[in-house]
């Protein structure tokens, strides 16, 4: 399934072009799959191109160097189909190599309950589940970046889900896996504002955005001219609103893109950057606040979507122009300003008496006739009062290995900003998984969070064999609560023979 959303429309062709190829130890790969026209689907027309443009484009900045870039030039309908051209793509590739996955298409659940990917011209379609995909790439040498836009992909690696299946596909050293959305969540594409076509994915914009010199390569962190998995995947949960994305591993330094941070191009920037919102949880009676950069005279509007009945409301997506700047270049045109640094604070409806849930703030600049989303940013908005009920669930035993991960299922009744640490048999703290980190929906039914701990302490360091718990503490407002999981034990793979 994938939903709509917005009023963006871009239009682009679709191309196949080789990427330069450089000498190196390390050559890059990259497959690039899109589809728009489904049999059991409503059509996304042409969002998939786009998202395939944006991509290529994105790969193309980067100075790591591609040996090849693929677009198929007809369309991937069936399974068969994409194990031919993962060959191609792949085929060559050694031990030192990354090879670029992207897919963009509709997610569902088949009959037997197992999460697929659409693959489909409008005329025939197959759909491609977890196994088959991990099957194709499995004689395929070197490092697998994945990047699936569709709804539901983080079941593909077991992730935003109450309990996880056996076996997990993707978990190996030789996988890596960034997906749009948990496993139980929707997805979702902008809908255009003209003959109702259809722009790009919220999730591949965000993604792209993050990567591009246009937008200043906000996704590099530490600003060092190279962005890792767990940077873009950070950067992502701060941007991309819409849904959960998640990664597979959960922290993993593997460079996915690179750029020369001496030779910045600064001609061709994007009107609004560096969007920064102070704070991801409020309470009903609070004002929201964010910050912003405009570099020229630019409209800019901000877009709030409630949530309900376990899906963002875009239908009822309520748009205010900012208002604060009258007499600029544009005249008396709404949300029209002059460059600077802005600082605005935006309160939301107040006419339920104890509102509280969440909300999906996006800051979208004009420009051009062309409507651009800087941002879509989720706040949990919690309780003025009541009680948090939470439970803690983990796995009784956890073994340490390359590429396993701790799954931790923190089940609340309310939204609220979360403390995670895992302690040892003397309450040391060993790992801080998060502080004061405001939840997200998920889709999980009853609401709950998810967290992975590779088993590691705060040095990156593998922790002793042991016993082990989860203490989490739950925050609304001042108001604190507290649980803690029952008791883990941790072995090492390695040691498993003498036990």
Known sequence: MRNIAGILL????????????????????????????????QSTYPSSANNIQDVYKT???????????????????????????????????????LNYLYISTHGDYDSNGNAVLLLSDGKTE???????????????????LILMDACFSGAFIGKGMRKQPKPLPFHSPRCKVLTSSGAMEASWYWNGQKDMAQGSFYFTQSMTQGLSPRWGYPADRNR???????????????????STPQVYPQVDNT?????????????????????????????????LTLSYTVLRPVRVAYQIVYRRDGEWQFNEAELYYDDSERYTAFGELAGAMQPGRKRRTISLKQDVEDLYGYVLVQLLSMEGGQLTVQTGHVIAITPSQGELQM??????????????????FIEHNYPCALSVKVVGVDDETVARLSYRAATRPLGIVPDGSCYYW???????????QGEYRIVVEGWMGDAVFTAQSKPIAITHAEEETGL
């Open 391 to 408: 439970a803690v669930t983990v796995p009784e035993r956890f073994e340490l290995g390359d590429g396993a991960e701790l799954p931790i």
């Open 59 to 97: 790969l193309q900045n980067s100075i790591l160097p591609f040996e090849t870039i693929f677009i198929p030039e007809r369309p991937v309908t069936s399974k068969a189909m994409l194990a031919d051209w993962v060959q191609e793509a792949f085929g060559d590739a050694d031990a030192n190599d």
């Open 224 to 242: 060092n001219g190279k962005v890792t998995l767990e940077e873009l995947y950070s950067f992502l949960l701060q941007n991309h609103g819409a």
């Open 454 to 464: 590779n088993g590691t302490d705060r040095n990156s360091a593998p922790v002793p």
């Open 255 to 287: 460079v996915i893109f690179a750029y020369d941070p001496d030779t910045e191009d600064q001609r061709d920037r994007a009107a609004v950057v560096d969007v920064v919102f102070e704070g991801d949880s409020m309470q009903p009676d609070e004002s």
């Open 126 to 144: 197959e759909a491609l589940t977890a196994q088959e995909l991990e099957a194709m790439l499995s004689d395929i040498e070197g490092v697998n």
């Open 10 to 41: 871009i239009i682009l062709l679709c191309l196949s072009v080789p990427a330069a190829a450089e000498d190196s130890v390390q050559q890059n790969r990259a497959l690039l799959i899109g589809v728009d026209l489904f049999v059991s689907q």
